[in-house]
């Protein structure tokens, strides 16, 4: 397992943090590269309270691959409830919605909680800030029920004048600020990165530019200050402006 160091910030007693911090993080390269969604989800339920923790054991075997490839043939081959003619999982990946409908399927059975995801981005009379605020709560209130929630993450690239789209992933969210101030632009984050299984931090916050709108106007979402994720890098061409942007959050409250 690779480890991205911490600061002491991280470690504070101010610092709301997963039931089992030290679950081990899932590595998708153990089986696949773009395996990051089923293998962000075993991480939180190892990283998660004891009725989570069974969730994980129920995957039979004792590495990565045997669980994460258990996973995939049991919920990910299934067919996609939101693309027609495909599986959930495939050679891009699982998208949000049906990942959350095959956790759901695969809990089900284990009488665990319905796990739901929300948007990130700016609602109708919503500022930054008041984003910012709402992210805090949706990730405190599934620490807080024993769930370290998944996030969803895109890389933004500003290419001829337009926003464009180049990849996602997938990583899982362990720890966060126990309080957030009015006002406050930003949160540290302290998460588990499914590339190469390892445990990073970095921040949440409202951007300092436009992102996703035009100069001098409003962005309608956050920005994620996570240096270590190296989603789409190469994808980026010389002097381009790009951001990672937080799209949707999983897990409960």
């Known amino acids: 397992m690779a480890t991205v160091a911490l600061s002491g910030a991280a470690l504070a007693g101010d610092m709301r943090e997963a039931p089992n911090p030290g679950g081990q993080p899932a590595n998708q390269l153990s089986i696949s590269g773009n395996a990051c969604g089923p293998a962000a989800l075993l991480s939180s339920y190892r990283c998660g309270n004891a009725a989570w923790q069974t969730a994980a054991a129920s995957l039979p075997g004792s590495k990565d691959r045997e669980q994460i490839g258990k996973w995939i043939r049991a919920h990910g081959l299934r067919p996609s409830?939101?693309?027609?003619g495909r599986t959930r999982w495939t050679s891009a990946g699982i998208n949000v919605e049906d990942l959350v409908t095959a956790a759901n399927e695969m809990g089900k059975p284990l009488?665990?909680?319905v796990l739901v995801h929300d948007g990130l981005f700016v609602q109708r009379g919503e500022s930054g800030e008041e984003l910012l605020q709402r992210v805090w709560r949706r990730l405190n209130a599934s620490l807080e029920k024993g769930v370290p929630p998944v996030l969803s993450l895109r890389r933004q690239v500003l290419r001829k004048d337009r926003w464009t789209p180049v990849q996602g992933h997938f990583v899982t969210v362990t720890g966060i600020p126990k309080k957030l101030g009015k006002g406050e632009g930003g949160f540290q984050v302290v998460y588990l990165d499914p590339w190469g299984g390892k445990r990073c931090e970095g921040w949440l916050k409202?951007?300092?530019r436009a992102?996703?709108?035009?100069?001098?106007?409003a962005s309608?979402?956050?920005?994620?200050?996570?240096?270590a994720v190296n989603i789409g890098k190469k994808e980026v061409r010389r002097g381009e402006v790009t951001a990672v942007v937080p799209e949707t959050v999983i897990g409960r409250w």
Do not use: H, N, R
Not at 212 to 217: K, R, V, Y
């Open 81 to 84: 409830e939101t693309l027609k």
């Open 111 to 113: 009488y665990l909680p």
């Open 206 to 208: 409202v951007p300092e």
């Open 211 to 217: 992102v996703l709108s035009g100069e001098g106007q």
């Open 220 to 227: 309608p979402c956050l920005v994620a200050e996570f240096p």
